[in-house]
């Protein structure tokens, strides 16, 4: 079977004046199959927009091999092209008009029948904006234009690099809801990176976590919430708003909430009261439930 990417010992490393290069992807192993939704996820500078360069043909690596719908994609380049897309950030040609900016790339892409600028203006639901200027409109309905180009020239794969980031929490439902039903249309490999753990599983059929350029888990969210050690989290309200804490197990502070991820939230409570204690911290109220996939990326991020 072909697989829409495949990487094998990718390596990117930035040379630079310093005594050290910058090494930024560290012998990534990948494989993506076809039809599927795979979510990159990983912490700031983990390394997830330079492997998507890296997989668009955007970025060439400094060694390793890239597969795309079968084709080497560095000696394949203009074909593998031809058949991919990207959307990241949503810059446009200063002063078009939303259906100026599509035409224009659909130009760009070799495309000159006007009806696939219409199908993806349908499709985004920009009917409405499509005479207005790119730059007058919402952050919301600008991604919407930016993933409607993405989708101009039928691609088969195509890389979203933080589709919803920005938007408030109906326009971010609107664009999930609208790249699930593209992906089932179009039947679409869709390889996105994402900070919305939630906004992961509710699209990802698969993801891989990158740490320092390396994938160090990958699988369904489902199976990922098994890799981990950790089971459960117990979740702290604690007494005023403490400073800096010290816990011998992953934890995030959120004013004077307190998560914990343990692997036996029962059994680690009473020594986490205690260490809390100890710091001059104390708790108003407990409760304990199982982890979440955000769970599961603060231990992997913090190199658990």
Known sequence: MVRAVECRDVWMVYRTFMEKDFVALRGVNLDIDDGVIFGLLGPNGAGKTTLISVLATILIPTRGEVRVLGMDAFKNTRKVRERINISSGVRMPWGMKVYECL?????????TDRRV??????????????D??????SSGNKQKVNLARAFLNNPEVVFLDEPTANLDPDMAKKIREMILRIRRERDTTIILTTHNMKEAELLCERIAFIRDGRIVAEGTSEELKRYT????????????????LS????FRLDGNSLTVIVEDAEKAL????????????????AKMEEITLEDVFIELAEGS
């Open 103 to 111: 035409r224009f790339y659909a130009m760009c892409y070799g495309i």
């Open 117 to 130: 600028v219409e199908k993806v203006i349908s499709e985004f639901e920009l009917e409405e904006h499509r």
């Open 132 to 137: 207005k200027r790119f730059d007058d409109l």
């Open 229 to 244: 050690k950790m089971s459960e989290r117990v979740i702290l309200r604690l007494r005023g708003k403490p400073g800096r």
């Open 247 to 250: 816990l011998p197990y992953p």
């Open 270 to 285: 009473p020594s986490i009261v205690i260490k809390l204690a100890e710091q001059g911290v104390f708790v108003e109220s």
